[in-house]
């Protein structure tokens, strides 16, 4: 167990649809960012939170948004969803900058 | 921008053979770098890091030395398992200021050892 919960492990939906994925951060990391995963793009950084602000932005498409609340936890919501947006969403957290980071177990998304 | 390209795999080695895996990184600044691994089913663990040039990360047999001059930190360990199987990708961090550190990651290079 990395530290990093995220939930739920496995979610399969329909195209325009939408979908909430949540993660925990490793107890104390005050950063958390998300990842996409998919075999032709590789690991995409997607976004990075810290304390509730963002603070840096990837290749984050304007259909999906996410959210750091005061307790620390972020979700990712992905909107009208395509079959395109089928992959692996990572959460990770970080203490700071160049610490690197830790990675929960993943969201595969399956969209039908 | 950032970039980092890493071999392409899959690798096939014998157990107890030597592996290097090359990663070339390209990055304004100083960046820190990271090798993660990444077993069947699960997400990324961080393997060995640097964070400045001539550093050496060592974990679990596992070696990485940043070179600025060549801008690689390529991975070596001298006599693998069966157990090290798993997808390897090498990472940058360069920071813009602000606390703003998104990781950019290679490709990944898939590593199969075989008994």
């Known amino acids: 167990d990395s530290g990093v919960t995220q939930t739920p492990k496995h979610l399969i939906t329909a195209t325009g649809q939408r979908v909430t994925l949540r993660c925990s951060p490793r107890s104390g990391d005050l950063s958390v960012y998300w990842y996409q995963q998919s075999l032709d793009q590789g690991l995409q950084f997607l976004i990075q939170?810290?304390?509730?602000?963002?603070?840096a932005k990837g290749n984050i498409l304007e259909r999906f948004s996410a959210q750091q609340f005061p307790d620390l936890h972020s979700e990712l919501n992905l909107s009208s969803l395509e079959l395109g947006d089928s992959a692996l969403y990572f959460c990770a957290s970080s203490v700071g900058v160049g610490y690197g980071y830790t990675f929960g177990s993943g969201t595969r998304l399956t969209v039908v | 921008g950032n970039s980092v390209t890493q071999m392409e795999g899959p690798v096939t080695l014998s157990e107890e053979a030597f592996l290097t895996i090359n990663c070339t990184y390209t990055a304004t600044g100083y960046p820190s770098l990271f090798w993660y691994v990444q077993y069947p089913g699960e997400g990324l663990q961080l393997l060995l890091k640097a964070t400045k040039a001539d550093d050496k990360g060592s974990n679990k047999g596992f070696e990485a030395t940043y070179r600025k001059e060549t801008t690689s930190f390529h991975l070596e360990k001298g006599s693998v398992q069966v157990s090290d199987s798993a997808v390897y990708f090498c990472a940058l961090s360069s920071s813009s200021g602000g606390g703003a550190d998104g990781l950019t990651f290679g490709k990944g290079t898939h590593l199969i050892i075989q008994p």
């Open positions: 939170y810290y304390n509730g602000e963002e603070r």
